[in-house]
């Protein structure tokens, strides 16, 4: 550390050099990124409120209310106004707390397993190894999606918990939420539903019209759901969501800190301190967009994807890994060969897309940053690498 401090001149010279590296949303490169700059009003409403800590809620009464306010939209929006809710600092936190819920509604059972698809995010090996939970992986079909009778085998005396995915990480499918939950009726196994992605992108799917198979709380079976506001909710970092059905989940297993400003109060998170400036900033956000901002802007991104859907189609040697559902396209190879050399080679060109190498697939997200510009330069470049392989 330096004795002295610097100028501030100088610091920010230091810093600009420092960061040359990094990307920007709109150099139109990050093609692979489920992340997305942030609306700009929310980006300023975030500065003026950055020291808000709703790790003290009794400090910041007016955040608090703020976020139980948000969560009754959320349940709004997700099919259920009765659920409660917190904001976390992003999916693999929600995905976490919703592990350790489905644990310890089961203290009975000494094994306890969690099944998931083959497909899940990696939060859920992440949470499974931290809480001594055994991952019961379900296989997909050949067009990636959940194999329902390799799900049904899999559960057993020792299930505490299943997870139906609502936008897969590498594809943006979605699960057979509602057969899944069928399939565990009657049984008392925690069924939590990772929507991370898709959350701020099914519900407005459907306004505009798209056939989108049942995966809130309209389904009964399912206990909880994790939405995340920094990825289509276009909050800033780090904002995620985790909702519940039952409120009477907190009161049982939720934890207590007794010496705080505002005394005793049960919450499930993960983190002390907790940042309550994304949290205000998503709930100006949802008041600057509304429903209707929402939707055109998933439109867009929709409109992207169908763009992006026609050009591979036109390039020989590549096809699509399957049919998107939303903003989410897997690019694959023809003849089966694998993805990994297009995927350097693009890279040598700067286009950061993400690379699943189990699935043979590359993914481009159709996030609101990227442009149709873009994409015509992608898919030009593409298309020269694809002839130059002769694959
Ligand atoms: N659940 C699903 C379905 C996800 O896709 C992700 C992350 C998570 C949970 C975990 O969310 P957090 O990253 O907020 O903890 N999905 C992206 C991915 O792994 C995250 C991401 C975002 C990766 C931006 C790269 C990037 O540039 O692909």
Same mark, same amino acid.
């Given at each position: 550390?330096? /004795? ?18 990094? *990307? ?10 489920? &992340? %997305? ?5 929310? +980006? +300023? ?17 007016? %955040? ?15 099919? $259920? /106004?009765?659920?409660?809710?917190? @904001? %976390? ?6 995905? *976490? ?16 397993? #969690? ?28 067009? @990636?999606?959940?194999? *329902?009778?390799?799900?049904? !085998?899999?559960? $057993?005396?020792?299930? &505490? ?20 939950? /069928? ?60 909702? #519940?059905?039952?409120? !009477? ?42 429903? $209707? ?5 998933? =439109? +867009? &991104?929709?409109?992207?994807? =169908? ?11 590549? /096809? ?19 993805? &990994? ?40 470049? *593409?298309?020269?690498?694809? +002839?130059?392989?002769?694959?």
């Amino acid at each position: 550390m330096l /004795k002295e401090g610097l100028e501030k001149q100088e610091i920010l010279k230091l810093l600009e050099k420092k960061l040359e590296k990094d *990307l920007s949303y709109d150099s139109g490169l990050i093609l692979g990124s489920m &992340c %997305t700059e942030p609306l700009d009003f929310a +980006k +300023k409403i975030y500065i003026k409120y950055i020291s808000k800590n709703l790790g003290d809620p009794g400090l910041f009464l007016g %955040t608090a209310a703020l976020e139980d306010e948000l969560v009754l939209e959320i349940g709004e929006l997700f099919g $259920n /106004k009765d659920i409660i809710g917190t @904001f %976390t600092t992003g999916g693999s936190e929600s995905n *976490l707390i919703a592990m350790r819920i489905a644990k310890k509604l089961r203290p009975e059972i000494k094994d306890p397993e #969690v099944v998931v698809s083959a497909s899940a995010h990696i939060s859920f090996d992440k949470a499974a190894d931290m809480l001594g939970i055994k991952l019961r992986k379900v296989q997909l079909r050949d067009n @990636f999606e959940l194999d *329902l009778n390799h799900f049904e !085998s899999l559960i $057993n005396k020792n299930t &505490c918990g299943v997870v139906g995915i609502a936008g897969t990480t590498s594809l943006g499918l979605i699960d057979p939420i509602e057969d899944m939950g /069928k399939i565990i009726e009657g049984e008392d196994i925690f069924y939590h539903i990772d929507a991370a992605f898709g959350g701020f992108v099914l519900p407005f799917l459907k306004i505009l019209n798209y056939k989108i198979p049942p995966w809130d709380f309209s389904v009964k079976t399912i206990s909880s759901i994790t939405a995340d506001p920094h990825k289509m909710g276009l909050g800033v970092i780090p904002s995620g969501g985790y909702f #519940v059905k039952d409120a !009477s989940i907190l009161q049982k297993i939720g934890f207590e800190i007794p010496y705080l400003a505002g005394g005793n109060f049960k919450h499930f998170h993960m983190v002390g301190t907790r940042p309550g400036g994304p949290i205000i900033a998503f709930w100006v956000i949802l008041r600057a967009l509304g429903i $209707n901002g929402f939707v055109e802007m998933v =439109k +867009k &991104c929709m409109d992207n994807t =169908k763009y992006l859907v026609k050009r591979i189609s036109e390039i020989n040697g590549i /096809k699509l890994a399957a049919n998107p559902v939303m903003n989410v396209v897997g690019i694959t190879t023809e003849n089966g060969e694998s993805i &990994c050399e297009i995927d350097e080679l693009l890279r040598n060109n700067k286009w950061m897309l993400g690379k699943f190498v189990d699935f043979n697939l590359i993914r481009v997200v159709l996030m609101p940053h990227v442009k149709r510009e873009h994409l015509s330069n992608f898919t030009s470049d *593409l298309e020269k690498i694809v +002839k130059k392989l002769n694959l």
